[in-house]
C-alpha cells in the first residue's frame, strides 16, 4: 500500500490538465494534474457494502490489484487519507490520468473512426479470458441454475421499480424470455463449463472505461466488491461492451466488436447465447440506472428503459425455433427450407437426406421404388423421423435453431416435433408449402431430368402420398406456385411471429 500525503502526492504538473470531479453511486473522483484520486462512498446496496473504512480500504486494495490485469501501468496503488490530526481518515485509489478525448464512448459519441482501436479492444479481450482464472468454483458460475439466478435476482430488485421508473409489463416479459432460454439450454451450459469457458473475468466492460492509445487500449474499473460478480462465461463479459455500443446508438460497431472477437478467441457459441447474454447485461445496466434514478439522476430513469427494451430485443433474437418446413413433393419445401437458411444462418435437416445416411448410401444415390416398399416402407419412414428430430433435439439444447425439411404429412411425426420443441423450450414454426397441382407436377418432371438429387418421388407417388396425408390445420399455408421472394417473406413473418412463453 502506499502511504502518502495526498495534497503532496496529487500535486498538478505545469500545464496539466484541469482539476475535475465526478461522481458515480459508489465513488467520487477527483482529477488532478495527472492523477486521478478515487474514493469509495460509504454505501449499503443490496450489491455492494462500503460501509466502513475498512471494507472500503479491502475494496481499493482489490481494485488495483484486479485491474492492474489489463492496464498495469495506470493503476498506481492505494493511498491514505489523513486527517489534521495525521491520523487515517480514508483510502483512494492512486491512478495515472487517462487523456478524455481518448474515451472510447467520447469516440463513438463523436463519430470517430474507431475499427481500428476496437478490433485491438477485442484482441485485448480475448487474449485476457484466455489468460483469467478458472476453477471449479469459478465454474459453477456458467451453470444453468446460476445464470436463472442472475437473472431473476436482477428482476426481484427491479420489480420495485416497476410501474414508477420503469415499465412493469416489460420487466416481466423479459424475465418470462430470459427463463425460457435458460430452461432448455441446459447442455449448452454444460459444455461451457466443459470447454473451460467460464472465467474471472472484468464484469463490468464499458466504453466510458476504456481508452484507445497509440500503444494500444488501456481497460480500466473492473468489479471488484464481489468476485461473484466477475465470475461468468466469457460471452457474457464481451456482451457487456458490445450492449454498451448499442447504448451509444452504434450497434454496427458492437457487431464488428463481436465478430473480431469471435475470431481472436476461436469461439464456436451459437448466436442466440452472444444475443443472451448481451440481454442479461442490459438488464444489469438497467438496474444500475434504476438505483441512480432513485438518487436523484435525471436521465437515468429513461436510460433504464430503453435499458430494458434492448434486453428485450436481443431475447427476442435468442429465441430458439424449430421450424417444420413440409408439403407434398414438388411443392417448394427445400427451396423455402433454403432460403430460411440463408436468411437466419440456421441448419436445415432434410429427412431424404437423412434418410440415405441411415441407409448408407450417398445422399444423391437413387433409392427409387413403388410408394411404401424400399427405404420408403413405414419402418424406414419411422426410423428417419425419429433421427431426424433426435439431431434437432440435440442442436435445439444447445441453442441451434433448426430447419426440418420433409413432407410432415402423419400428425404422428407432427406430434413428436412439437414434443421436441416442449422439452427443449424452443418455439415450434409449423409451416406447410402448397403449389398447384401443375406446377408441382412440373417441378418432379424437371427434377428427374436434371440428373442425381435428394429426393426420389416421381409425379405418382406425390398422388399417392396425397391421398394418405392428414389434415395440419395448425401449420402456417406458404403458397409457393410464383415467386420464391413472396414466399420467402411469407415464412419469414411466421418465424418471427411472438413464440410461446415459459409456464
Avoid at 492496464?71 to 490530526?85: F, I, K, N, T
Avoid at 409449423?430 to 416421381?458: I, K, M, N, W, Y
Avoid at 394418405?468 to 418465424?495: I, K
Wanted: proline share 4%.
Amino acid at each position: 500500500m502506499i502511504a502518502a500525503d495526498v495534497a503532496r502526492t496529487a500535486t498538478p504538473r505545469t500545464g496539466a490538465s484541469r482539476a475535475a470531479v465526478v461522481e458515480t453511486h459508489v465513488s467520487t473522483v477527483f482529477f488532478l494534474g495527472d492523477l486521478a484520486l478515487k474514493v469509495k462512498k460509504p454505501v449499503h446496496t443490496a450489491f455492494l457494502d462500503f460501509s466502513t473504512r475498512a471494507l472500503r480500504q479491502r475494496a481499493c486494495q482489490r481494485e488495483v490489484e484486479l485491474n492492474r490485469r489489463l492496464s498495469p501501468d495506470v493503476y498506481l496503488g492505494v493511498a491514505d487519507v489523513r486527517g489534521p490530526d495525521h491520523r487515517i481518515a480514508e483510502h483512494m485509489v492512486v491512478m495515472r490520468r487517462m487523456p478524455a478525448e481518448a474515451r472510447l464512448s467520447t469516440l463513438v459519441q463523436h463519430s470517430v473512426p474507431v475499427d481500428v482501436a476496437l478490433r485491438r479492444i477485442a484482441r485485448t479481450v480475448a487474449a485476457f479470458h484466455a489468460a483469467a482464472g478458472t476453477s471449479a468454483r469459478i465454474s459453477r458460475a456458467g451453470a444453468a441454475r446460476a445464470v436463472l439466478a442472475n437473472w431473476c435476482d436482477n428482476t426481484q430488485q427491479m420489480r420495485r421499480f416497476a410501474g414508477r421508473i420503469i415499465d412493469a409489463a416489460t420487466v416481466e416479459r423479459v424475465d418470462a424470455m430470459a427463463r425460457r432460454y435458460v430452461a432448455g439450454r441446459g447442455p449448452l451450459f454444460a459444455a461451457r463449463i466443459a470447454a473451460g469457458k467460464i472465467r474471472d473475468g472484468h464484469g463490468d466492460l464499458l466504453a466510458d472505461d476504456i481508452y484507445c492509445l497509440d500503444d494500444g487500449p488501456r481497460i480500466l474499473d473492473c468489479i471488484e466488491f464481489d468476485d461473484r460478480l466477475r465470475h461468468g462465461d466469457v460471452l457474457a463479459d464481451v456482451a457487456f461492451l458490445a450492449m454498451d455500443l448499442e447504448r451509444l446508438d452504434a450497434p454496427q460497431l458492437a457487431g464488428r466488436l463481436l465478430d473480431w472477437y469471435v475470431e481472436y478467441a476461436g469461439e464456436t457459441a451459437p448466436q442466440s447465447l452472444m444475443d443472451h447474454y448481451v440481454a442479461y447485461r442490459a438488464q444489469v445496466r438497467a438496474k444500475v440506472s434504476c438505483l441512480a434514478a432513485e438518487q436523484g439522476d435525471v436521465e437515468a430513469a429513461a436510460q433504464a428503459g430503453r435499458l430494458l427494451d434492448l434486453a428485450e430485443r436481443h431475447l427476442e433474437r435468442s429465441r430458439v425455433r424449430l421450424v417444420l418446413v413440409g408439403g407434398l413433393p414438388g411443392t417448394g419445401k427445400s427451396t423455402l427450407s433454403d432460403g430460411i437458411a440463408a436468411d437466419r444462418g440456421w441448419m436445415v435437416l432434410r429427412s431424404d437426406e437423412v434418410r440415405k445416411q441411415l441407409a448408407g448410401l450417398d445422399s444423391v444415390a437413387r433409392a427409387l421404388a413403388p410408394y411404401g416398399r424400399g427405404l420408403y416402407t413405414p419402418r424406414w419412414t419411422a426410423t428417419t423421423y425419429r433421427e431426424m428430430l433426435a439431431r434437432a433435439e440435440r442442436a435445439l439444447s444447445n441453442g441451434e435453431s433448426v430447419i426440418l425439411d420433409a413432407s410432415w404429412t402423419d400428425a404422428r411425426w407432427r406430434r413428436a416435433a412439437q414434443r421436441v420443441a416442449q422439452v427443449t423450450c424452443s418455439d415450434l414454426v409449423p409451416l406447410q408449402c402448397v403449389a398447384t397441382a401443375s406446377v408441382a407436377r412440373q417441378r418432379l418432371r424437371d427434377r428427374a431430368v436434371r440428373g442425381p438429387r435428394l429426393s426420389d418421388a416421381t409425379p405418382q407417388i406425390a398422388e399417392r402420398m396425397a391421398l394418405v396425408a392428414q389434415p395440419w390445420p395448425e401449420a402456417v399455408t406458404v403458397e409457393t406456385s410464383g415467386r420464391a421472394d413472396v414466399a420467402l417473406a411469407a415464412a419469414l413473418c411466421a418465424v418471427d411471429a411472438p413464440g410461446g412463453e415459459l409456464d
